[in-house]
């Protein structure tokens, strides 16, 4: 995201996900990945992406299932939060093309055929995070 396409590319980015984000500078750290310099990258958020997810579909899961037992309902969670479907969501709403980064090997990758891939996953989870935060922690907002 360049300076002054930020605006827009942030635009776009709420439209995709329809969630408007309060924190740009969180929204930028959650797509900068680590080859990208003098930034920090999206990796502490992706660490608290992934527990936001689990609790979100936890939650989720034993909402709308009241029937089924623990087992169950762990293999169900953990058929949700897989990489593989995070980067196909991610693929979805093509969240690559927005990743910051200085990295020959990832620019290909994003301009590629758009493919599941770590690398949008990664960015969905510390997306995620911006529903979580301590200012607006609420399970119910992420659906």
Known sequence: MLAQGRTRAVTEIERLLGYAFRSQSLLAEALTHSSYPDHRSYHRLEFVGDAALSLAITKHLYLTNPDLGPGRLSALRAANISTEKLARVAVRHRLYRF?????????????APPHPSTIPTRCDQGLLRFAFSPNRCSISRTW
């Open 99 to 111: 990743l910051r980064r200085n990295s020959h090997a990832l620019d290909q990758m994003v301009l």
